[in-house]
């Protein structure tokens, strides 16, 4: 069927009316081709009309110019109990030219299942009137999956919410950023959310959504808590759910267990991403030995079209808790125990040895001897028990055993006060690995490290799921008191990415910072070696600085971090050799490094014109 039409009147529209359908089983999907092209070819929808119901319901939309082509469009039923007919309008707007075509409508899954002769064992139903025999899961799930209502018949109330009259006895987190939002019809933002509920399958049913659009930030997370349960015991609780995750920057959907009332909970389960125009159905096995609670969790992408919803949630097997009888003790009066937030003393430094060191000398902390304080992280071991080196950063760090090696983010120290807010919402540096991945970074962290080149191999990075545009992150080392001549830092790093920023590493002396070496933009899929030469400085600070881009796909990685040749130079007991020159301390250095813009003496006497 097309329209081939030149006409500037207003507001024409065409209509094709679909015959009328007495009623479909929950799994119906309905798919077509059509083609929509032309300079001003006008939007195109298909309405679902019901008896008995005022108000179409817009099952499925194109609104301008989709090229010279075929494309498939799937539009998800779901269960209709009431006749029903479908009418595909063509709406033009003033002047219209163009075509549009529709070919190939093909309806599945759309019986109800068949009656079944018998229905046996613990796992099945047999509906009352219609016969069929259809899986236990199913039953008061919200969805009547036999045709004749019975596998929702005696449910209880409390252990079911299709959100049409509000929450039911499901509550929104106050700890989160914002709220669920209960609707009906489509959300008011185009190409994301759903365009119907899921209970109903038409605009006049609700449910809940997750709202995008501004003032919503990247990773604004918005929670729905479940009432409490009894402890399962030996029987198993299910939790069933449909989701709805439609729009090009839906992002993450996840549900959560907890059995202490201001903790996180574990993780049972969860979804990134765009999963397409449809409503989908997530059932979960819940086993506790505790009461618990279970909860909904969305996650705001980056972006506008990034609408979720949430319907007929339900509950089988699970007994509702009343706070009557509780290990807790009568205090319990339905609600999760707390974890408390005492916490102990600051530890106390072990005292030294006795010495005879002055104050601007620092003390092995072993043997009381003294040495001076510019010998105190400078790469050399001064002291015999190595103490001189060891609050210092490491001269090789693979970050395998989970360590930092001394390195150190000066940002998070200064606002440890505030440590909760900090860690889930600041650009910062952390330890990471591939196997520990969720599937969005896959594209721009690295899915194995430099070291072992594996995927359980460690490095650092920047995640830049936190933060904003322009936000850095700092890890620094320890002051280093002094270095010689050759001294070089070597590192592979990592960035890879569509918006990955930059990375810099910089020198800080005192309150002078300068910088040393740094990279912008995507450098591809694999770790490159970087070189940046130091040579000799006195009390300086090494950072590595990460610039966060405008969005979260792309990490920043460093891993292998070497100091190489750091060590200062030593004064010999010998005269130096006739290869060697003397310098102005008596250091003695090849002949070959006169003159060659390095200062390799430490006291530039290498460099003097004189020579």
Same mark, same amino acid.
């Given at each position: 069927?097309?329209?081939?039409?030149?006409?500037?009147?207003?507001?024409?529209?065409?209509?094709?009316?679909?015959?009328?359908?007495?009623?479909?089983?929950?799994?119906?999907?309905?798919?077509?081709?059509?083609?929509?092209?032309?300079?001003?070819?006008?939007?195109?929808?298909?309405?679902?009309?019901?008896?008995?119901?005022?108000?179409?319901?817009?099952?499925?939309?194109?609104?301008?110019?989709?090229?010279?082509?075929?494309?498939?469009?799937?539009?998800?039923?779901?269960?209709?109990?009431?006749?029903?007919?479908?009418?595909?309008?063509?709406?033009?707007?003033?002047?219209?030219?163009?075509?549009?075509?529709?070919?190939?409508?093909?309806?599945?899954?759309?019986?109800?299942?068949?009656?079944?002769?018998?229905?046996?064992?613990?796992?099945?139903?047999?509906?009352?009137?219609?016969?069929?025999?259809?899986?236990?899961?199913?039953?008061?799930?919200?969805?009547?999956?036999?045709?004749?209502?019975?596998?929702?018949?005696?449910?209880?109330?409390?252990?079911?919410?299709?959100?049409?009259?509000?929450?039911?006895?499901?509550?929104?987190?106050?700890?989160?950023?914002?709220?669920?939002?209960?609707?009906?019809?489509?959300?008011?933002?185009?190409?994301?959310?759903?365009?119907?509920?899921?209970?109903?399958?038409?605009?006049?049913?609700?449910?809940?959504?997750?709202?995008?659009?501004?003032?919503?930030?990247?990773?604004?997370?918005?929670?729905?808590?479940?009432?409490?349960?009894?402890?399962?015991?030996?029987?198993?609780?299910?939790?069933?759910?449909?989701?709805?995750?439609?729009?090009?920057?839906?992002?993450?959907?996840?549900?959560?267990?907890?059995?202490?009332?201001?903790?996180?909970?574990?993780?049972?389960?969860?979804?990134?991403?765009?999963?397409?125009?449809?409503?989908?159905?997530? *059932? %979960?096995?819940?086993? =506790?030995?505790? !009461? @618990?609670?279970?909860?909904? $969790? /969305?996650?705001?992408?980056?972006?506008? &079209?990034?609408?979720?919803?949430?319907?007929?949630?339900?509950?089988?097997?699970? *007994? %509702?808790?009343?706070? =009557?009888?509780? !290990? @807790?003790?009568?205090?319990? $009066? /339905?609600?999760?125990?707390?974890?408390? &937030?005492?916490?102990?003393?600051?530890?106390?430094?072990?005292?030294?040895?006795?010495?005879?060191?002055?104050?601007?000398?620092?003390?092995?902390?072993?043997?009381?001897?003294?040495?001076?304080?510019?010998?105190?992280?400078?790469?050399?071991?001064?002291?015999?028990?190595?103490?001189?080196?060891?609050?210092?950063?490491?001269?090789?760090?693979?970050?395998?055993?989970?360590?930092?090696?001394?390195?150190?983010?000066?940002?998070?120290?200064?606002?440890?006060?505030?440590?909760?807010?900090?860690?889930?919402?600041?650009?910062?540096?952390?330890?990471?690995?591939?196997?520990?991945?969720?599937?969005?970074?896959?594209?721009?962290?690295?899915?194995?490290?430099?070291?072992?080149?594996?995927?359980?191999?460690?490095?650092?990075?920047?995640?830049?799921?936190?933060?904003?545009?322009?936000?850095?992150?700092?890890?620094?080392?320890?002051?280093?008191?002094?270095?010689?001549?050759?001294?070089?830092?070597?590192?592979?790093?990592?960035?890879?990415?569509?918006?990955?920023?930059?990375?810099?590493?910089?020198?800080?002396?005192?309150?002078?910072?300068?910088?040393?070496?740094?990279?912008?933009?995507?450098?591809?899929?694999?770790?490159?070696?970087?070189?940046?030469?130091?040579?000799?400085?006195?009390?300086?600070?090494?950072?590595?600085?990460?610039?966060?881009?405008?969005?979260?796909?792309?990490?920043?990685?460093?891993?292998?971090?070497?100091?190489?040749?750091?060590?200062?130079?030593?004064?010999?007991?010998?005269?130096?050799?006739?290869?060697?020159?003397?310098?102005?301390?008596?250091?003695?250095?090849?002949?070959?490094?006169?003159?060659?813009?390095?200062?390799?003496?430490?006291?530039?006497?290498?460099?003097?014109?004189?020579?």
């Amino acid at each position: 069927m097309f329209i081939l039409k030149k006409s500037n009147s207003i507001s024409q529209i065409a209509r094709l009316r679909s015959p009328k359908f007495r009623q479909t089983g929950p799994n119906c999907t309905l798919s077509f081709w059509y083609y929509n092209y032309g300079p001003s070819v006008g939007a195109a929808e298909l309405q679902l009309l019901v008896d008995g119901l005022k108000q179409p319901t817009v099952l499925w939309r194109t609104y301008y110019n989709e090229g010279s082509q075929w494309l498939r469009a799937v539009v998800q039923l779901g269960r209709l109990p009431h006749p029903f007919q479908f009418s595909l309008d063509k709406i033009s707007l003033g002047f219209y030219e163009g075509v549009s075509a529709i070919d190939d409508i093909r309806f599945e899954s759309c019986a109800l299942p068949p009656p079944a002769l018998s229905c046996e064992g613990p796992n099945h139903f047999w509906c009352r009137d219609t016969k069929a025999c259809i899986d236990r899961l199913l039953v008061c799930d919200l969805v009547d999956d036999c045709g004749d209502g019975s596998d929702e018949d005696s449910c209880d109330p409390d252990l079911q919410c299709n959100f049409e009259n509000g929450l039911c006895n499901w509550e929104q987190d106050v700890q989160d950023d914002f709220d669920w939002i209960r609707i009906r019809g489509p959300t008011p933002t185009v190409n994301t959310g759903p365009l119907k509920d899921h209970t109903t399958g038409t605009a006049r049913g609700h449910y809940l959504y997750l709202e995008s659009s501004e003032p919503r930030q990247f990773r604004d997370t918005a929670a729905l808590l479940s009432p409490l349960f009894h402890p399962s015991g030996n029987g198993t609780c299910v939790f069933r759910f449909h989701y709805h995750m439609f729009g090009k920057e839906v992002y993450k959907l996840s549900v959560f267990q907890r059995t202490v009332s201001n903790a996180k909970g574990w993780l049972l389960w969860y979804k990134f991403g765009n999963q397409g125009n449809r409503w989908i159905r997530q *059932t %979960l096995f819940i086993s =506790s030995s505790k !009461p @618990f609670q279970i909860l909904v $969790k /969305g996650i705001v992408g980056d972006g506008f &079209t990034g609408d979720m919803g949430l319907d007929d949630v339900s509950f089988l097997g699970c *007994t %509702l808790y009343n706070g =009557s009888h509780h !290990p @807790f003790g009568s205090s319990f $009066k /339905g609600n999760l125990p707390t974890i408390s &937030t005492t916490t102990s003393g600051t530890s106390v430094p072990a005292t030294l040895p006795m010495n005879n060191c002055t104050e601007k000398e620092f003390v092995c902390r072993a043997s009381g001897h003294c040495i001076q304080m510019i010998q105190k992280c400078d790469f050399r071991l001064d002291c015999p028990d190595k103490s001189d080196e060891s609050a210092c950063v490491m001269e090789v760090c693979d970050f395998e055993d989970k360590d930092l090696c001394g390195w150190h983010q000066p940002v998070l120290e200064q606002m440890s006060g505030n440590y909760s807010i900090v860690i889930t919402k600041t650009f910062k540096w952390q330890l990471g690995r591939g196997a520990n991945l969720y599937p969005e970074q896959e594209q721009h962290c690295p899915l194995i490290d430099h070291t072992t080149c594996t995927e359980e191999g460690w490095y650092l990075f920047a995640d830049s799921s936190n933060g904003e545009f322009g936000h850095t992150a700092d890890i620094a080392t320890p002051v280093i008191s002094l270095t010689g001549p050759k001294c070089k830092m070597i590192f592979w790093n990592h960035m890879n990415g569509s918006t990955v920023g930059s990375l810099e590493v910089l020198y800080k002396s005192r309150n002078k910072t300068s910088k040393l070496w740094t990279q912008r933009g995507s450098q591809g899929p694999q770790w490159n070696r970087a070189e940046v030469f130091l040579g000799i400085r006195s009390n300086f600070q090494v950072i590595f600085r990460a610039k966060r881009g405008v969005s979260y796909m792309g990490d920043v990685a460093v891993d292998d971090i070497t100091f190489e040749d750091c060590s200062p130079l030593l004064i010999s007991d010998k005269p130096c050799t006739s290869e060697e020159f003397m310098c102005a301390n008596k250091y003695c250095i090849p002949k070959n490094n006169l003159c060659d813009f390095v200062n390799d003496c430490e006291d530039n006497s290498d460099e003097s014109p004189s020579i």
